[in-house]
Nanobody
Framework: QVQLLESGGGSVQAGQSLRLSCAAS????????MAWFRQAPGKQREGVAC????????VYADSVKGRFTISRDRDKDTVYLHMNDLRPEDSGIYYC?????????????????WGQGTQVTVGL
């Protein structure tokens, strides 16, 4: 079973930066597209960024374009989310997710693998 482990969350002030990491373990050969989702209290989970297997296709939510960058290190089986100019509305639990299919990434696809999540809190 593929396992995903997020790290790098924390509490910061508005305008500051954080880098989240998601390390995959287990039969990582099954892992192709990967994505970051987030969920704020009382809100639905939303897609933040995703990246295809060979890094050739990347999608960002409109709310994070120009501020967040997703990247992937295939040698380390790790995906990163660099978050700059953080805002209070970026607060929430950030989840890493992965799917099996070799295709362009998308938030609408069913992701069978999920991490436990890491908390990001952005103060004023």
């Amino acid at each position: 079973q593929v396992q995903l482990l997020e790290s790098g969350g924390g509490s910061v002030q508005a305008g500051q930066s954080l880098r989240l990491s998601c390390a995959a373990s287990g039969p990582v050969i099954w892992v192709n597209t990967m994505a970051w989702f987030r969920q704020a209290p009382g809100k639905q989970r939303e897609g933040v960024a995703c990246i295809s297997s060979e890094n050739q296709h990347i999608v960002y939510a409109d709310s994070v374009k120009g501020r967040f960058t997703i990247s992937r290190d295939r040698d380390k089986d790790t995906v990163y989310l660099h978050m700059n100019d953080l805002r209070p509305e970026d607060s929430g639990i950030y989840y890493c997710a992965a799917e099996n299919f070799y295709r362009e990434c998308g938030f609408q696809y069913k992701h069978p693998y999920w991490g436990q999540g890491t908390q990001v809190t952005v103060g004023l």
